[in-house]
């Protein structure tokens, strides 16, 4: 079973700063891709940032120049610098992990998971 777990959220006024980490953790084949998605309040899960296990990313619009999302393979992580944060960044910003699992007969299996999601407040 693979695990996701996230930290670094909070409470910050905006033009401030948070870092947010997420670690997997589990019988980990490989990693193909992770990511940070968000949820606002009344709205739907959008991706903010995504990274691939050879360094490509992919980066929305509303964040570029402000967000960076980078990864440690070595440890199974990723993580997300964000910078000049707006109130509008306000939400549950969630992992998410893309890759292969060693299932109970050691043949890898394809896994898709999420963290639990960790919440950023960014005040006016």
């Known amino acids: 079973q693979v695990q996701l777990v996230e930290s670094g959220g909070g409470l910050v006024q905006a033009g401030g700063s948070l870092r947010l980490s997420c670690a997997v953790s589990?019988?980990?084949?490989?990693?193909?891709?992770m990511g940070w998605y968000r949820q606002a309040p009344g709205k739907q899960r959008e991706l903010v940032a995504r990274i691939t296990s050879g360094g490509s990313t992919n980066v929305v619009d509303s964040v570029k120049g402000r967000f960076t999302i980078s990864r440690d393979n070595a440890k199974n992580s990723v993580y997300l610098q964000m910078n000049s944060l707006k109130p509008e960044d306000t939400a549950v910003y969630y992992c998410?992990?893309?890759?292969?699992?060693?299932?109970?007969?050691?043949?890898?299996?394809?896994?898709?998971?999420w963290g639990q999601g960790t919440q950023v407040t960014v005040s006016s």
């Open positions: 589990g019988r980990i084949f490989s990693i193909v891709a």
């Open positions: 998410s992990a893309d890759g292969f699992a060693l299932g109970s007969d050691y043949v890898p299996t394809p896994f898709g998971s």
